[in-house]
């Protein structure tokens, strides 16, 4: 069955950077659009971004110019780069396949 793994959240100070990895597996990952989502405490699940099969990236406008997807489909990763980081970013992190497929989440904490 599919599966995919999450990891690299931590805590970090405002200003700073993560790198998130979601590893996949029991998929064809090259096949698939790839999206992040992230959820805050008290708060609905909301996209972040979305790298398509070509690697066409698209963007939440609260991320923009601070956040970048890529992917790696020989390693069938998923990466989310974070700089910039805001307290307003504190949330789980989640990857997503097209086919709905859910990781378990990373928790990012951006505190000083």
């Known amino acids: 069955q599919v599966q995919l793994v999450e990891s690299g959240g931590g805590l970090v100070q405002p200003g700073g950077s993560l790198r998130l990895s979601c590893a996949a597996s029991?998929?064809?990952?090259?096949?698939?659009?790839m999206e992040w989502y992230r959820q805050a405490p008290g708060k609905q699940r909301e996209w972040v971004a979305r790298i398509s099969t070509s690697g066409i990236t698209n963007y939440a406008e609260s991320v923009k110019g601070r956040f970048a997807i890529s992917r790696d489909n020989a390693k069938s990763t998923l990466y989310l780069q974070m700089n910039s980081l805001k307290p307003e970013d504190t949330a789980v992190y989640y990857c997503h396949s097209w086919t709905g497929n859910w990781g378990q989440g990373t928790q990012v904490t951006v505190s000083s």
């Open positions: 029991g998929m064809i990952f090259g096949a698939e659009p």
